[in-house]
């Protein structure tokens, strides 16, 4: 990608985080990153193209960063949630303006300016993320959980509650996200370990 195209999204995805797509203004994103307003929209043809760009940039970013990471060799299957929600964190720690829009992407619903649901979820599940989420329980030892356990609807349930945790965190850290990102994970551990002693089976 050119060397000034990619100035520009960097310098669109820090505007744009700091206030939203409607405070974002095309005049101070060409101030910062250098360059002329014309040049911005030659590359990008309006502030909403714009802006689906940083998100397209940002989500194959994080798919890169969580598939080069992403460690399904962790037989423990709550220690895999969390050493992966761990990595996924080190991202955003890395990478904090990208944290707004990647909260859009992953947490919300629709996103009036941006990218569709569908187009964010065919993306995920076509790439080598997706590949590797869908090998997630692959050799976890299961001997230790209860007879009846449904891999798939703990997984779908322990991630409704760390999602909702989530949630909870960016509504009481709106001003910054990355600063108290350790307490979350803290929250995580303590709501993870609740799952899990549910989960397995009791200890004679």
Wanted: hydrophobic content about 45%.
């Amino acid at each position: 990608m050119v060397e000034k195209k990619v100035r520009i999204l960097h310098t669109a995805i820090e505007v744009f985080s700091e206030g939203g797509f409607e405070v974002a203004s095309t005049n101070e994103i060409a101030k910062r990153a250098g360059v002329s307003k014309g040049l911005l929209f030659h590359y990008f043809g309006n502030k909403r193209e714009l802006y689906a760009a940083c998100q397209w940039y940002v989500l194959d970013e994080y798919i890169a960063f969580m598939a080069e990471h992403l460690d399904i060799g962790i037989t423990d299957f709550f220690d895999r949630v969390l050493a992966n929600l761990r990595v996924k964190m080190d991202f955003c720690v890395r990478n904090p303006s990208f944290l707004p829009i990647i909260n859009k992407i992953l947490y919300e619903k629709s996103d009036t300016y941006g990218l569709t649901r569908a187009e964010i979820e065919r993306h995920l599940l076509g790439s080598h993320l997706g590949a590797a989420l869908r090998n997630f329980f692959s050799e976890v030892d299961i001997t230790l959980f209860r007879q009846n356990v449904n891999l798939a609807k703990l997984m779908e349930y322990t991630q409704l509650g760390l999602e909702a945790l989530w949630l909870r965190y960016s509504a009481e850290h709106s001003e910054s996200l990355v600063e108290g990102i350790g307490e979350y994970i803290a929250d995580c551990e303590e709501f993870v370990g609740l799952v899990k002693f549910g989960a397995l089976k009791p200890q004679i």
